[in-house]
């Protein structure tokens, strides 16, 4: 993996939480690098899988198939991404209870 990909994808997730608060920016950093390595994996296995397919199909009897590896490995880190984002979006998103700020103004 080439490392100015890497750093560009991390900056490209610190920038989505950028209204996070520092420490837990900085505690999470892990994860936040984590997930920027599992993104470029899924891209670039979305790519290999264009070309060759998720499927292998028999050239003469359609209905004998073989999933290749490929599809198990796209299904492995979409999961994985899946998990570290949603830890990520629990701990650095910030909540915001608008409906509690128009009361605010009758206080």
Excluded at 23 to 47: D, G, P, S, T
Excluded at 48 to 68: D, E, F, R, Y
């Amino acid at each position: 993996m080439q490392n100015q990909e890497l750093a560009e994808e991390i900056q490209r997730l610190k920038t989505e939480f950028a209204s996070a608060d520092e420490y837990k920016l900085k505690v999470l950093e892990a994860l936040i690098e984590q997930a920027a390595h599992e993104r470029i994996y899924l891209r670039r296995l979305n790519e290999q899988a264009i070309i060759t397919g998720l499927v292998k199909i028999h050239p003469t009897n359609p209905s004998k198939q073989q999933t290749l590896p490929i599809s198990n490995e796209i299904a492995k880190h979409s999961a994985s991404l899946t998990n570290i984002m949603d830890k990520l979006m629990k701990h650095l998103a910030v909540q915001s209870d608008d409906d509690d700020e128009e009361l605010n103004d009758y206080e």
